[in-house]
């Protein structure tokens, strides 16, 4: 049985001094695949984005993302392991993201890792979305050690969460309703700047001002979950407004103001989480953990109140192999994380308390 001979030498793995993984991720548009050892080192990580194949829709399309994860998939298993000048059976454990994320795209890699895994009889391990996102960092900063407050920001998540140990970690606060990746799309939707729109209304700020009060900043930091859809309806009811009187768009006053006050309510809420935890360190994680202004000023904050903060590099911010690599790095070395074949994907996995 697979599953008997796994335990066997995924049993055997959290006493072996170099553990070398080859991981996958498929949870929305991007297709990854990575070799890592030892949770810090990456010895390979290779993406294939669709962002220019889901820009003609405004968006992803879940039918259009699970068919090219499946057309990229063992192609780039095969460069990854090239690039680490490595060969499968130099590979100690497979891990791939099994939620959260679009069921289809997730259903390609993790159908392919289980595939793998029963045909090279190697252990088997299940990577949780979010916490791979958290462990980015520690690729990028190997002195980084729990505890600290994480702060992930994306298109589909934004979450407090205090991390007091490489596998355990208790949800502080979330959104109450869309992430801010996703509210920063619908409104580079409605000014017309393209997908995706981080990055574009990012850029554009910067040449803007904030002189647009769209919401009232008046923030209860005892409240530490998020909303962002008042804030997106008054920047489209705003937009609206202006083009009925036939007036002209500042569209880099509405990207500064919008970026400055969706921003805003991040950086109070994670100085509150932080002071209120006792933590004295603040991690950064997700795709908008790319963001310019975010960075800035919680960099200003932090050096304020003595703190240290730390952020991944920006590839290693979006969705990538190497962070699930370094995730099942430490499920093995705690013994959690090992999967059967009857592993399937899960569009939403609860983050209030999670040991895995």
């Not at 810090?40 to 090219?68: C, M, T, W, Y």
């Amino acid at each position: 049985m697979y599953i008997d001979e796994a335990k066997k030498k995924f049993n055997s793995l959290r006493n072996k001094s170099d553990i070398t993984i080859l991981s996958f991720e498929s949870s929305c548009d991007d297709t990854a695949v990575a070799v890592v050892k030892n949770g810090r080192e990456v010895l390979s990580d290779v993406i294939s984005s669709q962002i220019d194949i889901h820009k003609r829709f405004g968006g992803v399309v879940p039918e259009v993302a699970s068919r090219n994860h499946l057309l990229a998939v063992s192609n780039l298993t095969n460069q990854a392991l090239a690039d680490a000048g490595k060969t499968i059976e130099d590979i100690d454990a497979i891990a791939v993201t099994y939620g959260a994320g679009l069921v289809g795209s997730l259903m390609v890699t993790v159908n392919f890792a289980k595939s793998l895994a029963f045909a090279t009889n190697k252990p088997l391990i299940k990577v949780n979305h979010i916490r791979g996102h958290i462990a980015a960092n520690y690729l990028s900063h190997h002195d980084l050690q729990p505890p600290f407050v994480a702060l992930v920001v994306s298109g589909g998540h934004t979450a407090l969460l205090k991390v007091t140990d490489y596998n355990q970690s208790t949800l502080l606060g979330t959104t109450h309703d869309d992430a801010i990746g996703e509210a920063y799309d619908k409104v580079a939707k409605v000014l017309g700047l393209g997908y995706p729109g981080g990055p574009i209304i990012d850029k554009l700020s910067k040449t803007g001002k904030n002189n647009i009060q769209f919401i009232k900043s008046n923030y209860n930091k005892k409240e530490l979950n998020f909303s962002y859809s008042g804030l997106k309806t008054s920047v489209i009811n705003y937009i609206n407004r202006m083009k009925q009187r036939g007036e002209e768009i500042n569209i880099a006053d509405v990207c500064a103001s919008f970026q400055s006050q969706a921003i805003d309510e991040l950086v109070v809420k994670t100085m509150s989480a932080a002071t209120r935890n006792r933590c004295k360190t603040i991690v950064l994680a997700g795709g908008v953990a790319c963001n310019s202004h975010l960075r800035s000023r919680m960099d200003e904050e932090c050096k304020r109140a003595g703190l240290k903060l730390y952020y991944p590099s920006p590839i290693e911010c979006t969705d990538n192999g190497a962070m699930v690599g370094a995730e099942a790095y430490y499920l093995i070395r705690g013994g959690l994380g090992l999967a059967d074949l009857n592993l399937t994907p899960d569009s939403t996995i609860n983050l209030k308390y999670s040991s895995i």
